[in-house]
């Protein structure tokens, strides 16, 4: 298997490039009828190529949400695998937001269909939860560090249920979501210019100067726009650690399509404001 530049060093150079601004890909029915598409394979195939074509050639990321395309079985997966390959051809990294969780061999199955480089799903990094124990997603650091690609690991989400997990107290004192930083931190240790194993850190939390969030990694952070957070939050919320970190926009940027050249003013508006905030961070 070939292997590929680290995906830390991708993603950084990609960043610096086109800004660090991740668009999402969230076909659910709603925003579907939004776009005055029908709830069918036919209508998720012209969302997705409709947001490819206008933002793959001017973000840094691009997460498509697997769900949204497994609900139509085969044929919707068929659909998830094209968009992910037009939107790395336009230069985008691709972020399966799929959130995969096992111990073992399933585990390890999960890591090949989304980190083995010949995979047809083959992303650039894949969102993992790891709360059957850190250890339990060995086999998809492994494969991601054999292929070059990234893991971002649940650790503080924005959803309101996430805390009786993340904010859970071991018996060393130190919380559940803390550890899984702590963990991050060790798995990038030595990696220049940014590490491969980023943590999803919730844009709408407030003030997180309690965490330890130099993980010498990249932080993807959802909330902005729909879920009530701004760019000009990031450098209160992320402080020294802004510069990694990987503001996500979902329904924000796509409620203005299906106009290809509204989604691309909506794109460049939220850039500029991301922009703004950290060179005044």
Same mark, same amino acid.
């Given at each position: 298997?070939?292997?590929?530049?680290?995906?830390?060093?991708?993603?950084?150079?990609?960043?610096?490039?086109?800004?660090?601004?991740?668009?999402?890909?969230?076909?659910?029915?709603?925003?579907?009828?939004?776009?005055?598409?029908?709830?069918?394979?036919?209508?998720?195939?012209?969302?997705?190529?409709?947001?490819?074509?206008?933002?793959?050639?001017?973000?840094?990321?691009?997460?498509?949400?697997?769900?949204?395309?497994?609900?139509?079985?085969?044929? /919707?997966?068929?659909? =998830?695998?094209?968009? @992910?390959?037009? !939107? *790395?051809?336009? %230069? &985008?990294?691709?972020?399966?937001? #799929?959130?995969?969780?096992?111990?073992?061999?399933?585990?390890?199955?999960?890591?090949?269909?989304?980190?083995?480089?010949?995979?047809?799903?083959?992303?650039?990094?894949?969102?993992?939860?790891?709360?059957? /124990?850190?250890?339990? =997603?060995?086999?998809? @650091?492994?494969? !991601? *560090?054999?292929? %070059? &690609?990234?893991?971002?690991?649940? #650790?503080?989400?924005?959803?309101?249920?996430?805390?009786?997990?993340?904010?859970?107290?071991?018996?060393?004192?130190?919380?559940?979501?803390?550890?899984?930083?702590?963990?991050?931190?060790?798995?990038?240790? /030595?990696?220049?210019? =940014?590490?491969?194993?980023?943590?999803?850190?919730?844009?709408?939390?407030?003030?997180?100067?309690?965490?330890?969030?130099?993980?010498?990694?990249?932080?993807?952070?959802?909330?902005?726009?729909?879920?009530?957070?701004?760019?000009?939050?990031?450098?209160?919320?992320?402080?020294?650690?802004?510069?990694?970190?990987?503001?996500?926009?979902?329904?924000?940027?796509?409620?203005?399509?299906?106009?290809?050249?509204?989604?691309?003013?909506?794109?460049?508006?939220?850039?500029?404001?991301?922009?703004?905030?950290?060179?005044?961070?």
């Amino acid at each position: 298997m070939t292997v590929m530049e680290a995906f830390g060093a991708r993603l950084r150079r990609a960043m610096d490039e086109r800004g660090p601004l991740c668009v999402g890909i969230d076909p659910h029915a709603s925003l579907l009828a939004e776009w005055g598409l029908n709830d069918d394979v036919a209508g998720l195939e012209r969302f997705s190529r409709t947001v490819v074509e206008a933002v793959a050639d001017r973000v840094a990321v691009l997460k498509p949400q697997s769900a949204f395309f497994e609900r139509f079985g085969s044929r /919707g997966v068929a659909v =998830l695998e094209k968009s @992910v390959q037009e !939107a *790395r051809a336009a %230069g &985008a990294l691709v972020v399966m937001d #799929a959130k995969r969780g096992d111990i073992g061999s399933t585990m390890a199955a999960y890591a090949e269909s989304f980190l083995h480089k010949d995979a047809p799903l083959f992303s650039d990094a894949l969102t993992v939860s790891p709360y059957l /124990g850190y250890g339990s =997603l060995k086999p998809a @650091v492994d494969l !991601a *560090r054999e292929s %070059g &690609a990234g893991l971002f690991v649940l #650790a503080l989400t924005s959803n309101q249920e996430g805390g009786e997990v993340q904010h859970a107290v071991r018996e060393d004192g130190r919380n559940v979501g803390a550890t899984m930083l702590a963990h991050l931190a060790a798995e990038n240790a /030595g990696e220049e210019p =940014l590490g491969s194993f980023g943590a999803v850190v919730g844009a709408t939390l407030g003030d997180l100067s309690s965490y330890d969030l130099g993980i010498n990694g990249p932080l993807l952070a959802p909330g902005i726009g729909a879920q009530g957070a701004t760019p000009a939050d990031l450098p209160r919320v992320f402080g020294a650690a802004v510069r990694n970190v990987v503001p996500n926009v979902s329904r924000g940027v796509l409620l203005h399509g299906p106009d290809v050249a509204a989604l691309r003013t909506a794109v460049d508006g939220f850039a500029a404001e991301i922009r703004t905030a950290l060179s005044v961070s």
